[in-house]
């Protein structure tokens, strides 16, 4: 029938093979897909494999509509730590086994359920830092430095989570050094950096 058809088309008569058919043709490209095709068969598997660490961020209190944008900002952080430290950022694994590290971390030192995912709503590269490098240096530091307690110090970093940010041996000591020297008292010290930062 579709040897006929060509024929009364074209006027010429070509003769066409019985087994190639529209279906074979539709089967076969779904087979071969191409580039875009590879592409998103590649995304789709992504998208797969991150379901757990999608759940997990909605288990502590990331919406859902916003899980995706904190998954993305948290990985890309992760990338960027991994290559400051000299490492291949691809062969580190960065998961739900990763952040909660963390989250455990900062519900040890008072923060509760309910903010913890706003914590992460508002400075999600907190999901990867090292609790161990640059999460328990830090807090130790602040808490030291400037009398706080842990309480107090999670109070701050609700109303700044940018703090966890700060690298205790990089730029924290440094700073709060400098302005100590030029006559701050700790006070205003802890003040600017909840203001500036």
């Known amino acids: 029938m579709f040897a006929q058809r060509s024929a009364d088309a074209f006027g010429a008569h070509k003769t066409v093979s019985p087994t190639f058919s529209r279906r074979s043709i539709v089967t076969e490209s779904r087979l071969r897909p191409g580039r875009q095709g590879v592409q998103r068969i590649y995304r789709l598997t992504q998208e797969k494999a991150m379901i757990g660490e999608y759940e997990y961020l909605e288990s502590i209190g990331v919406p859902r509509a916003q899980a995706l944008q904190v998954m993305s900002r948290a990985s890309t952080a992760f990338e960027a730590e991994m290559a400051k430290k000299g490492l291949d950022p691809k062969a580190m694994k960065f998961g739900a086994e990763e952040m909660c590290e963390v989250v455990d971390f900062l519900k040890l030192r008072g923060v509760d359920e309910k903010g913890v995912g706003a914590l992460v709503i508002r400075h999600p590269a907190v999901l990867s830092y090292s609790v161990k490098e640059r999460l ?12 706080r307690n842990a309480a107090m110090f999670v109070e701050d970093i609700e109303r700044r989570p940018s703090l966890l940010g700060l690298d205790a041996d990089e730029n ?3 700073m709060v050094d400098y302005l100590l020297a030029s006559g701050k008292t700790k006070e205003e010290v802890m003040e600017y950096l909840l203001r500036s930062l």
């Open 136 to 147: 328990e240096p830090l807090f130790e530091y602040m808490e030291a430095q400037f009398d």
């Open 172 to 174: 924290v000591r440094k």
